[in-house]
């Protein structure tokens, strides 16, 4: 079973930087089957990223998706009111899925 | 486009039997190669998958819950249900149906479920 963790916890930004989150998996996993997801309050999960790095429709640019192996990063090149969320990233394997803990990103 | 909605009680018992259904309009359940499957959100906490059904009608579940869960489907309604027994209340959520191939592209607006006598 493979265990995704990911960094930081938490993430406090003002709008107009830069995020980088991060995702490892216990083992290593296909790019293919690596997604991220936003999540707002109230709100399901909304698909940004899937294999890795490749953007869901109607996703915005500055929104990417990096990685290989058992490390991988959403970045967010600047951030939006909007961008301030819970992120999710996501594997697939053997017909099983799982998440990883989440890394809120909050206004500083 | 593809909706998915959730729907069943929103208060269950500790030790019974948790049922929800997620109905799929605009879209066939048997067509496509994908997986039909569950997730939650427990308060303050973040997804957890708990089992998915595949087109062709396998089910794969979370290897932590495997024991109490079960998905079915039924076709000709195009829906697909999770049965969650033995609750407690470490399993009050909001509850969202979902389709995927090796990610999650359509989701349901999520149902909340509370344990609770």
């Known amino acids: 079973e493979i265990v995704l963790t990911q960094s930081p916890g938490t993430l406090s930004l003002s709008p107009g930087e830069r995020a980088t989150l991060s995702c490892r998996a216990s083992q290593s996993v296909r790019s293919s089957y690596i997604a991220w997801y936003q999540q707002n309050p109230g709100q399901a999960p909304r698909l940004l990223i899937y294999g890795a790095s490749s953007r869901a429709t109607g996703i915005p640019d500055r929104f990417s998706g990096s990685g290989s192996g058992t490390d991988f990063t959403l970045t967010i090149s600047r951030l939006e009111p909007e961008d301030f969320a819970v992120y999710y990233c996501q594997q697939y394997g053997n017909s099983l899925f799982a998440f990883g803990g989440g890394t809120k990103v909050e206004i500083k | 486009q593809l909706q998915m909605q959730e729907s069943g009680p929103g208060l269950v018992k500790p030790s019974e039997t948790l049922s929800l259904t997620c109905t799929v309009s605009?879209?066939?359940?048997?067509?496509?190669?994908?997986?039909w499957g569950w997730i939650r959100r427990p308060p303050g906490k973040g997804l957890e998958w708990l089992g998915s059904i595949y087109y062709s009608g396998g089910t794969f579940y979370n290897p932590s819950l495997k024991s109490r869960v079960t998905i079915s489907v039924d076709t000709s309604k195009n829906q697909f249900s999770l049965y969650l027994n033995s609750v407690t209340a470490a399993d009050t959520a909001v509850y969202y149906c979902a389709r995927a191939d090796y990610a999650f592209d359509y989701w349901g607006q999520g149902i909340l479920v509370t344990v609770s006598s």
């Open positions: 605009a879209g066939s359940i048997s067509s496509g190669s994908y997986y």
